[in-house]
C-alpha cells in the first residue's frame, strides 16, 4: 500500500474514533503521516484500530518504519504508546496513561538502534474485563538535533506515576513533530461484545 493510500485510510479510522483533535489530542486535525508505523505483536499486526486481548500483548511488539522522504537516515525517533481511555472509556479521569516510551529510535535500526533507550518499560495493556475496549496510540515523533531524554523527563516506572501523562505538553516542550501512527483496541480476555 501506498504513503498516501495509508495515510487516507489511517486519517479516516482516527477520525471515526475520536482521536484527532487540535485542543485536547495528540493528533491535530490536519496531521498527515509522512511515514508508515508497523506495529506487530508475534505475527498479528496493528492496523486501523483492531482489536488485542490482554494475553496477546503481555510482550513488547516489534516496530519498524521506513526513513522519511529528504531526511537524513541518522535522524532520531521518539515512540510513545499511551492509552487515553484510562480506566475506562466511559470514566478516562488516567489520561493519557504511559504504557511505553523509547527515545533514539532510527529508521534502519528500530528498537535495535546502538541510540535506542527505553524511558518507560513497556506494560502491556490491561483493560478489565468489564470495560469496553480502550484505544491504545503507538506514536512515532521525529526528534529535534541534539535532543537528550532520559527517564526522569518523563516520569516515574511506578504504576500510579503512570497515569494522567501529560502527553501533549511533554511532546511540546521538547519539540518533537508526529510523523507516525498506530493503534489499536484492546480489551480483557474475558470481554464480550
Known amino acids: 500500500m501506498s504513503l498516501q493510500t495509508h495515510a487516507e485510510a489511517l486519517t479516516t479510522s482516527l477520525a471515526q474514533a475520536g482521536l484527532i483533535s487540535d485542543s485536547a489530542g495528540l493528533i491535530p486535525n490536519a496531521f498527515t503521516p ?3 508505523l508497523a506495529v506487530k505483536f508475534g505475527e498479528k499486526a496493528v492496523e486501523l484500530g483492531n482489536l488485542f486481548r490482554v494475553s496477546e500483548v503481555k510482550s513488547a511488539p516489534t516496530l519498524s518504519f521506513e526513513n522519511e522522504a ?3 537516515e541518522s535522524q532520531l525517533y521518539t515512540l510513545l504508546l499511551v492509552d ?3 480506566p475506562t472509556p466511559d470514566d ?7 504504557h511505553w516510551v523509547v527515545s533514539g529510535l532510527t529508521a534502519a535500526e528500530g528498537l535495535g538502534a546502538e541510540s535506542a533507550k527505553v524511558l518507560t518499560e513497556y506494560l502491556g495493556p490491561g483493560p478489565k474485563d468489564e470495560s469496553r475496549p480502550h484505544r491504545y496510540l503507538f506514536l512515532l515523533f521525529r526528534e529535534p538535533g541534539g ?4 527517564k526522569e523527563d518523563v516520569g516515574g516506572e511506578e504504576f500510579v506515576q503512570r497515569r494522567s501523562f501529560g ?7 521538547h519539540g518533537l513533530s508526529l510523523v507516525g501512527v498506530n493503534w489499536m483496541l484492546g480489551a480483557g480476555d474475558g470481554w464480550e461484545e
Do not use: G, I
Open 34 to 36: 509522512t511515514t508508515e
Open 70 to 72: 529528504d531526511v537524513p
Open 84 to 86: 487515553p481511555d484510562a
Open 92 to 98: 478516562p479521569k488516567f489520561a493519557f496513561w504511559r
Open 147 to 150: 535532543l537528550v531524554l532520559s
Open 167 to 173: 502527553a501533549k505538553e511533554w511532546v511540546e516542550r
